[in-house]
């Protein structure tokens, strides 16, 4: 479960709790609970300033990045400002590739050195990064750490002229940007079960008459309309396809995040995936009523997580069709297991230390599949800190070790993570009747496509369905993207959002079977 930089710093969707931060290759990372939707708490005070401030200007912008073990590098950008020279430095830091800011808690800034705190809502002050770097003889470069939960990475800033960071991120060169060949709608509607607001986007083709349609399911963690994490936006290139395909979309912010909100009296972490598949049927029952939607045509498309959604939502409605993007065959518990081994494998654990870890998290997920108590279940997260070691330099009993040993034990004892370790998916996908496409990349880590895959054909086949397509794709990693190892630590650095290939996978299946098909409707 992927994080936001202040919440759980969202990886990847399904990115297992128990993993360690080395591991699966997080920096800026806040263990905390999933879908925690609370305020962030006030920030502490900034200190005053020891120094002489490094200029004399009422704003100072510095862009940098941090540099962790498994080096794919992280940019920041660091704002600070005063009322006037003799006043205290404030400050935010923002990290576009994880469409983060926040604020920043300042103890030096001299002209020879920065020492500031980044405050993560919801998480143990030990998670916090904190940063101290050596200002060089020039006054326009600084070098040093950042550290958190127990780990020491480099860090390095520049100063900027405000306006040379605009333009700061990553590229990410296939989001589609205006003007579109099709009509833009935001939209809201109510959620009847928790008599709360959903807000999304439909993009309708400009073509006349009744199209058919899909509504797009996020995967795990807070996500909005267009599944953003690490700045791509795979729902946004989705949608633009499909639509100039002929197709009708709605995606929507979840529940919590955006512009979409929480039933009242409803705290988000308490939040579990069926809460989640009524946001879904609330979404196609929406979309079903537009006057440019054939309802006869309209299906559910979930990517990994939101693949379950789309099946929990289908036992209430009737799609026309469900397309599952490394949506899981497999019991949560099951594919926990085998997703732990393969981000350790490709974080490079082997031989014992892999055996110990993966076993010890095998545990946890028994006790959390059998619905043990908290005390089991901190026994078990406490056997995996110190099976972790070896790997993290971590020690379970330091401040830092206890801070994010509790941290790890609120996610995994939360409401969400006991249902989906214990949800079973086969009985829902054997009840898919209608068209079902699957698709998986080689090299996911995630949601292991070998398993997953053979789980979801063995369902599909034994509940009678007569339309299966199963696909794994090759080179392409949980998010769909081109890449080398499938590690989580490779999202953010590779530019592409959404292999084409993936996209055409997609296209080719919808287009004879509900685009234009052979006799249209």
Known sequence: MPSTFRRLCRVSPMCSVLMTGAAAGLIFCAASTARSQDAPPASPPAAPATDAPPSKDARDVW????????????????????????????????????????PLTITTIATDRMVFT??????????????????????????GTMKQSGFTMKASLDRKKPGDVAALGPPRPQHPAPPYPYTVRDVTFTNPRGKHTLAGTLTI????????????????????RDATLFAHKPFLVIADRLTREGMVVLRVDDRGVGASTLPEGVDGGAVTSDDLASDARAAFSFLSTQPEVDARRAGLMGHSEGG???????????PAFVVLLAGPGLRGAELMKLQNRALLEAAGVNGAALDAMVDAQARAMDILLRGGTRQELEAAVRETAAAQRQLTGLDPDSPQGQAMLQAQLAMADSAWFRRFVALDPAPLIEALKMPVLALNGSLDRQVTPAENLAAIRAALERGGNQDITVRE???????????????PGEYGSIEETFAP???????EWLTPRFIRPAEAP
């Open 501 to 507: 290939a993936a996209l055409d996978a997609i296209v």
């Open 118 to 143: 980044a405050p993560l809502a919801g998480a143990p002050e030990a998670a916090w990064p904190a940063f101290d770097l050596t200002i060089d003889e020039t006054g326009n470069a600084a070098r």
């Open 205 to 224: 083709p400009s073509t006349p008459g009744r199209h058919p349609a899909v509504v797009l399911l996020t995967g795990s963690g807070p996500q909005d």
């Open 473 to 487: 794709l090759p080179g392409l990693n949980h998010l769909f993207q081109t890449c080398r190892t499938g590690a």
């Open 308 to 318: 379950l959604l789309a099946m929990l939502a289908a036992r209430e409605i009737s």
């Open 63 to 102: 862009a940098g990045a941090v540099e962790p073990p498994n080096g794919h590098k992280l940019d920041f950008v660091i704002e600070l400002s005063r009322a006037g020279e003799a006043a205290d430095w404030s400050g935010s830091i923002s990290i576009p590739a994880q469409n983060y800011k926040g």
